[in-house]
């Protein structure tokens, strides 16, 4: 799965983790859950707190649940289990520890266990949803069918429910992308779903290549949800996969003003700059990838992207010092492709310059890099001696003057000596033949000429130019 499923804010998520429950006991829990955690779990760090807890909440089925989940999220199973067998004890018609426990057996990767007390729950609260959507959830990696009935129960006791779109996020869950969206497109109107399905709704469709689906998902979130920033998100990413590169600059500018919990990602960045670059923002987009080595500091393209950032802002001597940093960072890693990119710079170079003087000198690195590749990487030679002999020619295209004959003559050498030709390099043989045939008949050396003539006679029979130079007396 691509990385956007997992760009959720942790607080969107935990809005799934438990039933609701009553505002005074949700704000206690919300107080003793900071506690627990900020001490990682430990029981003697929070003996205190928790005793005030539980004098206050003794026989509070939601509260104890509520005590035993901040366990949980501080991994702290065996203590999360006491409270959850308490709450189950006390609470009766409450699903809250039953559920609890299905969440500390999932944790735990005891898929039948969670699926045991989830069932519990839902009959000891048929009225409460979440119980059945973690069932299926759990369930519908062994029986599909099964955690599907469940889902339909609960449409049954509670018709209100929007099931489809829980069926959504089980499959997505699972990773089963197309049979999610098979049913969250059943959902009539999005922005009724809560929070995290309608996140998951639109990275879902991202992923599926839905942008444009995405990106009205992701409207509909940052309009209803606005605190929850990772919606500005999906919209910057699907908005530049469109070529929308306004709107994703407005969704990353969002993005990056968000106040709430959210973890910026090299991606993030990435498409924010991409999106600036297009609109014409070079430094914006360059400053954009700075802040890449900041959330991923061992990221060794940050250089590269800038120099590409650069090329594409025609600031070309900028762009080349950056692709200097890029390959010194890269050292022994460097891979022919890494040269071939250099050299494209150099050819962008070529194309804007204003003098005859500075397109030469472009063209001549551009030259240089290839060279570098024939010489590093064997297995590309022929394609780099093939650039070479091209932009030579570019350089100069009097082939009497015969600027590019020396890689021509290279290019010959390396493909004749292949046993096995392919189209291309039957190609990349005719056009050099034809090169040295010509540039030798236009120095009046015949018999060099017809050397190179014949030779491409043999692969262009018909070749007309190669037949004039034979016919030559």
């Given at each position: 799965?691509?990385?956007?499923?997992?760009?959720?804010?942790?607080a969107?998520?935990?809005?799934?983790?438990?039933?609701?429950?009553?505002?005074?006991?949700?704000?206690?829990?919300?107080?003793?859950?900071?506690?627990?955690?900020?001490?990682?779990?430990?029981?003697?760090?929070?003996?205190?707190?928790?005793k005030?807890?539980?004098?206050?909440?003794?026989?509070?089925?939601?509260?104890?649940?509520?005590?035993g989940?901040?366990?949980?999220?501080?991994?702290?199973?065996?203590?999360?289990k006491?409270?959850?067998?308490?709450?189950?004890?006390?609470?009766?018609?409450?699903?809250?520890?039953?559920?609890?426990?299905?969440?500390?057996?999932?944790?735990?990767?005891?898929?039948?266990?969670?699926?045991?007390?989830?069932?519990?729950?839902t009959?000891q609260?048929?009225?409460?949803?979440?119980?059945?959507?973690?069932?299926?959830?759990?369930?519908?990696?062994?029986?599909?069918?099964?955690?599907?009935?469940?889902?339909?129960?609960?449409?049954?006791?509670?018709?209100?429910?929007?099931?489809?779109?829980?069926?959504?996020?089980?499959?997505s869950?699972?990773?089963?992308?197309?049979?999610?969206?098979?049913?969250?497109?059943?959902?009539?109107?999005?922005?009724?779903?809560?929070?995290?399905?309608?996140?998951?709704?639109?990275?879902?469709?991202?992923?599926?290549?839905?942008?444009?689906?995405?990106?009205?998902?992701?409207?509909?979130?940052?309009?209803?949800?606005?605190?929850?920033?990772?919606?500005?998100?999906?919209?910057?990413?699907?908005a530049?996969?469109?070529?929308?590169?306004?709107?994703?600059?407005?969704?990353?500018?969002?993005?990056?003003?968000?106040?709430?919990?959210?973890?910026?990602?090299?991606?993030?960045?990435?498409?924010?700059?991409?999106?600036?670059?297009?609109?014409?923002?070079?430094q914006?987009?360059?400053?954009?990838?700075?802040?890449?080595?900041?959330?991923?500091?061992?990221?060794?393209?940050v250089?590269?992207?800038?120099?590409?950032?650069?090329?594409?802002?025609?600031?070309?001597?900028?762009?080349?010092?950056?692709?200097?940093k890029?390959?010194?960072?890269?050292?022994?890693?460097?891979?022919?492709?890494?040269?071939?990119?250099?050299?494209?710079?150099?050819?962008?170079?070529?194309?804007a310059?204003?003098?005859?003087?500075?397109?030469?000198?472009?063209?001549?690195?551009?030259?240089?890099?290839?060279?570098?590749?024939?010489?590093?990487?064997?297995?590309?030679?022929?394609?780099?001696?093939?650039?070479?002999?091209?932009?030579?020619?570019?350089?100069n295209?009097?082939?009497k003057?015969g600027?590019a004959?020396?890689?021509?003559?290279k290019?010959?050498?390396?493909?004749e000596?292949?046993?096995?030709?392919t189209?291309?390099?039957?190609?990349?043989?005719?056009?050099?033949?034809?090169?040295?045939?010509?540039?030798?008949?236009?120095?009046?050396?015949?018999?060099e000429?017809?050397?190179?003539?014949?030779?491409?006679?043999?692969?262009r029979?018909?070749?007309?130019?190669?037949?004039?130079?034979m016919?030559?007396?």
């Amino acid at each position: 799965m691509k990385t956007i499923q997992y760009l959720v804010a942790g607080a969107m998520m935990l809005s799934i983790s438990a039933p609701s429950m009553a505002q005074d006991v949700k704000s206690q829990v919300t107080a003793i859950t900071k506690v627990v955690v900020d001490a990682k779990g430990d029981v003697n760090a929070t003996k205190a707190q928790v005793k005030d807890f539980m004098k206050a909440n003794k026989k509070n089925a939601e509260a104890l649940a509520g005590l035993g989940r901040a366990f949980l999220t501080a991994k702290n199973y065996e203590q999360a289990k006491v409270y959850a067998d308490m709450a189950m004890k006390f609470g009766k018609n409450d699903a809250a520890g039953y559920i609890l426990r299905g969440d500390i057996a999932s944790a735990e990767d005891n898929g039948g266990e969670a699926a045991s007390y989830y069932e519990m729950a839902t009959q000891q609260a048929p009225q409460e949803p979440s119980a059945y959507v973690k069932y299926a959830r759990v369930y519908q990696k062994v029986d599909p069918q099964g955690a599907v009935a469940m889902l339909e129960k609960l449409r049954s006791v509670k018709p209100d429910y929007p099931v489809d779109a829980a069926a959504g996020y089980m499959y997505s869950s699972n990773n089963q992308l197309k049979s999610a969206m098979n049913y969250y497109n059943k959902v009539q109107d999005p922005s009724t779903l809560e929070d995290y399905i309608l996140f998951d709704y639109a990275s879902t469709a991202y992923v599926l290549d839905e942008f444009e689906k995405a990106q009205n998902l992701a409207d509909a979130g940052i309009h209803k949800y606005p605190q929850y920033s990772s919606f500005n998100r999906i919209g910057l990413f699907a908005a530049d996969k469109q070529k929308k590169y306004a709107e994703a600059v407005t969704y990353g500018k969002n993005l990056f003003a968000a106040t709430d919990t959210i973890k910026y990602t090299a991606a993030d960045y990435s498409y924010y700059a991409d999106a600036l670059i297009n609109t014409g923002d070079t430094q914006a987009a360059v400053d954009a990838y700075k802040k890449i080595s900041e959330v991923d500091p061992e990221n060794k393209e940050v250089n590269k992207l800038i120099a590409m950032a650069y090329s594409k802002g025609k600031q070309f001597p900028e762009a080349v010092a950056a692709y200097n940093k890029y390959l010194e960072v890269m050292g022994d890693e460097i891979t022919y492709k890494d040269y071939d990119s250099f050299a494209d710079i150099y050819l962008e170079q070529a194309e804007a310059a204003t003098t005859d003087a500075d397109k030469d000198a472009a063209y001549k690195n551009a030259a240089d890099m290839y060279g570098k590749i024939a010489e590093k990487f064997d297995y590309a030679a022929i394609y780099a001696v093939n650039k070479q002999a091209t932009v030579y020619h570019l350089i100069n295209p009097d082939v009497k003057a015969g600027i590019a004959l020396p890689y021509y003559k290279k290019l010959v050498e390396l493909v004749e000596a292949k046993a096995d030709k392919t189209d291309s390099d039957v190609n990349k043989l005719a056009t050099a033949y034809t090169y040295l045939a010509v540039h030798y008949i236009q120095n009046d050396k015949k018999t060099e000429a017809k050397h190179w003539a014949a030779k491409l006679l043999e692969i262009r029979p018909d070749d007309p130019n190669a037949t004039q130079i034979m016919n030559i007396k």
